[in-house]
Structure formats: C-alpha cells, structure tokens
C-alpha cells in the first residue's frame, strides 16, 4: 500500500508503485468477490483497497445504484483512487480499525459486505523504497502509513534488547530472537546505525547459525522482518478492531469476508467468527437453559484455498486463506 517517507497522501507516488495495476494480481479474486455480495444495489466496503484490484471488481459487479467505500491508510492507495470516476466509489485515506466512525461520518448505518485483504500489498513489497521487502536494498521504513508513527530504523535504533527480543518472539516465532536481539543492539552500540534493509538482513543472518535454518530457501531475516512489522503498524491489533468493528454495521444477511496470508492472522479471524457463531461455548458446563444463552450473530459459511491454477500464476497466494460468514438477525449483546 505507498513510497518514501516524504509522500503526501495523493502526490506522486514513487515508478514502482504506479506500475499498471495488471501487474498485481488480486488473490481470490473471484472467490472473495462471489462470497461478499449479495445484493447488487448494496452498499459495500473494500477496508483494504491497496491497488484497486477488488475494489474494480467489485464495482463490476454492483448495480448503478449500488455503493463501495474503500479505505486504505497507504497515501500511494489513494493517489491511485483518487484518479477513479465512478459515482458509486468513494475512497476514505485511514486505518480500518475506524470502520464504524468513517461510515457513521458518512451517514451509512448499514452495509451488505466488507472484504478486508490482510498485510501487505504486492507494490508494497516490490517497492524498495517502501523498506518491506528484504529482497531489494532500500530505506528501512515498513510504515504502511510514512507520515504516522516510527519508520523500523527509527525504532530499532531507540529499542531495548529485551523488547525487541519480544517482539521477534511473538510476531515472527523468531526461535532465534534472543540472538537476533542481541546482534541488533551490537551493531547499533557499536556505532554503526542499521538504516537499510541490506543492513537488517546481514545482522539477522550473522546470527543465526547456518546449521540450523530450517528452510534454505528462505532468507534468515524473514521472520525478523514480518515482526518488526506486523508491530510497527499494529497489524494484529488493526485486524481485531475492524472486526469488531464490522459486527455494528453488517446489516442481517451481510457478509464479511477476510483473505490472511499468515496463521498470526488466520487465527484472529478464525476465532473471531467461530466465537460469534457459537457464543454458547463461553458459558461452558454452567447449567443454562438454551434460552439463557446469547445467539449467535454470525454464520460461518466458507474457508477457501486458491486453486493450484492460481498458485502456479500468482506464487505469492500460496499463503493465502479467504473466510465467509454471514450476519445473523440477532442484535449484538451489549459488551459482546
């Protein structure tokens, strides 16, 4: 989803993020766009427009008086929306953990689907100057947002050994985080700060013994560098709020519909549906009528896969998992 650190939302983003938009491939495509609408003349929510992929389908498949919001906090995804012309399209520069205060602003108080396609976008990947990939060298920013918060540099350079060593843990299931930490914070006391992605991949690969590296084919760094961040932009923490978010304003037969790309993902949404589907488990043995117990308000209706079609043309949907529920008529419970 953007490029520098220096980009406005809606000025010139950098040549690799304006690439044609053919060159990204949307995963399940079909699959996500199929499962989310029902009703041609509603209003929908694209909460991850990235490069326009789903959302250009989307409005393919609307009637003319059907509706799509489309949020994403890239100022890069909005220099590319803000070129479209299509009365039905609106597009909203923030995080999608806002959802429910954007639509109310707007004065939509129901929608008939929202699709959210989780982490990080191919041009952002591709774009050296966005810090993501450490395939390419570049500066080593990460911020899905370059005007809002720490770029990675930023952080790594203040970070302690013991936060950082946590952070590795919990976001990248770093088994060598300790290490890792620890070279990070040598490298930085020494007096050579680590400013590019170059930098970041050699010192994560020096500590991590050669021997022990599960997968030769995958750089040592990558699980360092899918923490850092997933906690710089508060991915996970995105993800729940906007969920939550979704069950205010999905009207009854409103679907919800979430690609994720990594099992940190996957098992939020997995447990968020699964929890609203059978709300009845919280209460475990205690001894209530049926009665008593909450109703569910969401009705799981698919997990997909793409296809090996798919895969062989767009490796990087290897990953990839899409989940289908469906609002319920049951009000929310309030606290719930």
């Known amino acids: 989803m953007n490029a520098s650190a220096d980009t406005e939302p809606g000025a010139p983003a950098s040549p690799a993020a304006l690439q044609p938009s053919a060159l990204h491939a949307p995963v399940l495509l079909e ?3 199929q499962g989310l609408i029902t009703d041609p003349a509603g209003v929908y929510v694209d909460a991850t427009f990235g490069r326009g992929g789903h959302s250009r389908r989307i409005l ?14 890239d100022p890069q995804a909005g220099a590319v929306a803000r070129a479209w012309e299509d009365p039905r399209f609106e597009f909203v520069h923030s995080e999608f953990s806002r959802l429910a205060e954007l639509l109310a602003a707007r004065g939509v108080t129901r929608i008939h689907g929202l699709l959210a396609d989780l982490g990080v976008s191919s041009p952002q990947f591709d774009d050296p100057l966005r810090g993501f990939s450490l395939r390419m060298d570049g500066p080593l920013d990460m ?3 370059p005007q809002s918060g720490l770029s990675a540099a930023q952080w790594i350079a203040q970070v302690d050994a013991a936060e950082l060593r946590k952070v590795l843990r919990d976001y ?9 930490a620890k070279a990070i914070v040598a490298r930085r006391e020494d007096g050579r700060p680590i400013v590019r992605t170059a930098d970041l991949a050699a010192v994560v690969a020096s500590a991590i013994p050669f021997k022990s590296r599960k997968d030769p084919l995958q750089h040592p760094a990558t699980r ?34 979430v690609i994720s790309f990594h099992s940190l993902e996957d098992r939020i949404v997995k447990r968020f549906i699964d929890g609203h589907a059978h709300p009845e488990r919280a209460f475990g043995r205690l001894p209530l009528r049926d009665s008593q ?27 990839a998992h899409l989940r289908v529920a469906e609002r319920t008529g049951e009000p929310l419970v309030k606290g719930a």
């Open 31 to 33: 699959a996500a766009v």
């Open 60 to 73: 393919q498949a609307l009637a003319p008086e059907g509706r799509l919001i489309a949020l994403d906090r």
């Open 143 to 145: 911020r899905m947002n």
């Open 172 to 180: 990248g299931d770093e088994r060598f985080a300790a290490s890792v």
């Open 224 to 257: 360092t560098f899918q923490a850092i961040r997933i906690f710089l932009n508060q991915e996970l923490e995105e993800v729940a709020m906007m969920l939550e978010a979704s069950l205010q304003v999905l009207a009854p037969g409103g679907r919800l519909a």
């Open 293 to 319: 117990l909450p109703r569910p308000v969401l009705t799981p209706l698919a997990r997909i896969a793409p296809d090996d079609a798919e895969m062989r043309t767009n490796p990087r949907a290897r990953s």
